[in-house]
């Protein structure tokens, strides 16, 4: 796996000063901030693409329950919503009481059903996430159908290393595997490391996930050789 060098955005710091600027703009203007990119296709086409993907693996009608990891302003849970979702099974945490706020503030100016996703701060590596109601697909033991990640890996990626040198992002194998329903699905779409490097940390003994299916993006070709700009991969917990 590529060894990142830690950096701001790493750290909580960085997103709770980008989501009290993104919260303050959109309480005077109503801008609801950033569809968080690299390079501004990312954003929007990533969410399209994977609300495509949940539509053909996981359809609405299967009322699976899905956790957005790093939900920010809510863009792909309000993307699921949009393609049919029951805003009841999606929800989203965050770590960032700000991102939190916002995510609930568009919410409730969208209305149509946007106000009952749920949106909770919640820091993925320690906390546990609030279980759904029951009657509505989550299981008590707090595990899920679904959890999707857009460009939160990444920014987990960037954190500080301990004093043993471990990144944080370790952790995060292990957490997707306590945290999903045998049979379940992760989704996640990252613009740091490549398919063959999530494959890499997502699929090893421990975490009892298999490769499951990707998402073809845009390609482009520089200097001879091709690319995209992001790559997204799907893995599923083995059944036992
Ligand atoms: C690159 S942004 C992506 C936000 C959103 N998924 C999107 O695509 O617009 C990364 C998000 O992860 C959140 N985050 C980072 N580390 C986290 C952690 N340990 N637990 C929960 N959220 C975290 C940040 O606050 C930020 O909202």
Redesign the pocket.
């Known amino acids: 796996m590529s060894d990142l060098q830690p950096s701001k ?2 750290t ?1 710091e960085h ?1 709770d000063s ?2 009290e600027e993104e919260l303050a703009n959109f309480e005077e203007i109503g801008d609801e901030g ?3 990119h690299v390079i501004r296709s990312f ?1 929007t086409e ?2 399209e693409k994977m609300v495509e993907w949940a539509l053909e693996h996981v359809p609405s009608s299967s009322n699976a329950s899905i956790l ?6 809510g ?2 849970l309000f993307g699921l919503l949009d393609a049919g979702y029951d805003p009841i099974t999606l929800s989203g ?4 009481r700000g ?1 939190v706020s916002l995510a609930k503030e568009i919410a409730s100016k969208r209305g149509g059903g946007a106000q009952s996703i749920s949106f909770s701060e ?5 906390d546990e996430p609030k279980v759904l109601d029951s009657t509505q697909g989550a299981d008590e033991s707090g595990v899920w159908d679904v959890l999707m ?4 890996y ?3 990626a960037l ?1 500080q290393k301990d004093e043993n040198g471990k990144s ?1 992002v370790e952790k995060y194998p292990g957490r997707v595997t306590r945290l999903l329903k045998p049979g379940g699905y992760f989704l996640i779409t990252s613009c740091n490391f490549t398919e063959d490097e999530l494959n890499a940390s997502f699929t090893t003994e421990e975490t009892s996930l298999l490769y499951h299916s990707r998402i073809q993006h845009k390609t482009y070709t520089y200097g001879g050789k091709s690319g995209s700009i992001c790559s997204s991969v799907a893995f599923r917990k083995r059944l036992p």
């Open positions: 955005l790493g909580k997103w980008v989501y950033e569809v968080w954003g990533s969410v957005e990891v790093g939900s920010g302003n863009t792909l945490i965050d770590y960032s991102a919640c820091d993925f590596l320690k990640d857009k460009g939160t990444d920014a987990i954190g944080p």
